[in-house]
């Protein structure tokens, strides 16, 4: 998932590959949060899904990185076949209880780096919010190898843009700059239209075994109370690997703010993008 907090100069959901494999971990120490805190997706993204990268039912389709089945429930539910894989022991469990009777489904516990690939061939990976923790010198041509001729790689990332309750964002920046030393001066959210995504077409394009890629973006709105944020900022690794005091003074500091000058309720705008490739 690909959320974070405009202030998390580090970017949860995008870190620097010295980072990576230290905070793709952390997500697994409390995967009941994360099930609880994180949203899911609208339902014109699995609509796309199916329109772009043939993930309807009765299609084959490989999940990477499914977290506590976010992506894997609506999947299952519109009769794909859904192969998950969660390196999180915690997390997967939970993707099991979450698709039990949502469909045919199965959760393995493996990271994708190095999980044997099936004789038979899917007709789809998708990767929601999760593509980004894979190994890059990996991930691309792993997908690819897993698909059948003409098969779709459908890549969702998410991302905090401008839009919602913009002044408290712009205040909760000072909370980051006094208790998260790595938070640049004056970060805020960008705009949406600003937001460029062709990174991830270059890096698809690069490997050669894809050809052009299609793009949709979905924007949302979603409104939370302070303990409802807070336990959102719990599920990013950038805010779970601050030290205790930090984190203590960063989450009090915010939830200050919402209850004391928001009316204890605040929204945040996500821009959801949807990347899909067919193999050659």
């Known amino acids: ?119 038979e061939p899917f007709d789809a990976v998708v990767s929601a919010t999760a593509f980004h923790w894979i190994d890059p010198a990996v991930r691309v041509t792993k997908a690819a190898d897993a698909l059948r001729p003409g098969g779709a790689l459908a890549v969702v990332r998410t991302q905090h843009v401008r839009g919602g309750t913009e002044d408290f964002f712009a205040e909760a920046q000072r909370c980051y700059e006094r208790f998260d030393p790595a938070t640049p001066p004056g970060l805020l959210p960008p705009e949406a239209a600003a937001v460029d995504g062709s990174d991830h077409a270059e890096e698809v394009a690069r490997s050669g075994r894809f050809g052009p890629t299609a793009e949709r973006r979905y924007e949302r709105d979603i409104t939370y109370s302070a303990q409802e944020y807070l336990d959102l900022l719990r599920t990013y690794s950038g805010h779970r690997a601050l030290p205790d005091a930090a984190r203590d003074g960063l989450f009090g500091c915010v939830a200050g703010l919402i209850d004391g000058a928001y009316g204890g309720r605040i929204t945040k705008r996500y821009l959801i993008e949807l990347a899909v490739s067919r193999v050659r």
């Open 1 to 119: 998932m690909p959320d974070n907090s405009p202030q998390a100069a580090r970017r949860d959901d995008r870190p620097d590959e010295s980072r990576r494999a230290r905070l793709a971990r952390i997500f697994d120490e409390d995967a009941e949060l994360y099930d609880r805190a994180r949203p899911g997706y609208p339902a014109e993204l699995f609509d796309d899904l199916a329109a772009l990268a043939d993930a309807r039912a009765g299609s084959r389709v490989l999940e990477i990185g499914c977290g506590t089945g976010q992506a894997t429930v609506p999947l299952a539910r519109r009769g794909c076949r859904v192969t998950a894989v969660e390196a999180g022991e915690r997390m997967a469990a939970i993707a099991r209880r979450n698709v039990a009777g949502a469909g045919t489904a199965e959760v393995v516990t493996s990271d994708f780096e190095s999980w044997p690939l099936p004789r």
